[in-house]
């Protein structure tokens, strides 16, 4: 059992993958020998089970809701890593299409050959979010539904993804949602960088950093006046398990909703006092 792992007999994401056929893929099939391996498996599982979740959610609500098969879907994985999030999006949409982005060329990617929709682009997100932007304006140009997903994005990246989110709104009449989970807070400490001044903000306040960021965060995604939501999951085993998630909704009539409205729900798990307020 690993360090912050509930058993795998009560993790629902556990279970849900030991239930499904993909567990079955990885026990068989050798090219999933590399994650067999993987020495966190269960930890990163709970994390993409979790992020996966909220993909799910979301795709309920955003405008021109998509179909069960994801068939005009686009995923950015920002920051993949090996991808086991983007697998989880291959097997869930099978018809949609997932984009794995990272710097990473050394990478074991073997896993892919059995993953036909999913796409690796290596590519940094800092210099070349031009080329990003472009790759997401081609699909929108199509019509299709853009999901930016980053899951323990380090400081500025998290930004770097509502960035994309953004573009992606205005270029897509709406059409896009983002899941985000941050994890550490931006190293620089000038003026210029984004979120700046949480780290000592927060030890005048007495509150986490890491909430402290998030809340952050989640003020910078309301600025698009979208529907902004911040959900924390126990089920998902890190410290770092907050989720800040939006789409554009659409009502009974099909015009798009554009009101600013929020959710905020904190965990069951022991935690000091949330800064945001409504």
């Not at 994390?47 to 809701?65: D, I, M, P, Y």
């Not at 989970?181 to 210029?192: K, W």
Request: net charge positive; glycine share 6%; charged share 25%.
């Amino acid at each position: 059992n690993e360090k912050g792992c509930s058993p795998e007999s009560s993790n629902e994401y556990i279970k849900k993958f030991i239930a499904s056929p993909l567990c079955q893929e990885f026990l068989d099939n050798k090219a999933y020998t590399n994650w067999k391996r993987h020495r966190k498996l269960k930890k990163e599982l709970t994390e993409a089970g979790s992020a996966l979740s909220q993909v799910q959610k979301q795709l309920k609500t955003v405008k021109g809701k998509p179909d069960a098969e994801g068939e005009d879907v686009v995923f950015f994985d920002l920051c993949s890593g090996k991808g086991l999030l983007s697998i989880l999006l291959s097997k869930e949409f099978p018809k949609s299409l997932v984009y794995m982005i990272d710097t990473d060329e050394k990478m074991n990617l073997e896993h892919l050959s059995e993953c036909p929709n999913v796409t690796m682009q290596y590519l940094d997100v800092y210099k070349e979010f031009e080329r990003l932007k472009l790759t997401a304006r081609e699909h929108t140009e199509k019509g299709k539904c853009i999901v930016v997903v980053g899951i323990h994005l380090c400081g500025e990246l998290a930004l770097k993804a509502i960035h994309l989110w953004r573009d992606v709104l205005e270029t897509s009449g709406g059409r896009a949602s983002i899941i985000l989970s941050p994890c550490c807070l931006p190293r620089r400490a000038r003026q210029d960088v984004f979120g700046f001044f949480v780290r000592n903000q927060s030890k005048q306040m007495g509150i986490a950093s890491y909430q402290m960021w998030c809340s952050h965060l989640y003020f910078e995604m309301k600025r698009s006046e979208k529907r902004v939501s911040m959900v924390q999951d126990d089920s998902c085993c890190s410290d770092k398990n907050t989720f800040l998630t939006a789409s554009c909704l659409e009502g009974p009539t099909g015009w798009l909703q554009t009101h600013a409205s929020a959710s905020i729900q904190p965990s069951r798990r022991t935690m000091n006092k949330w800064i945001v307020t409504r």
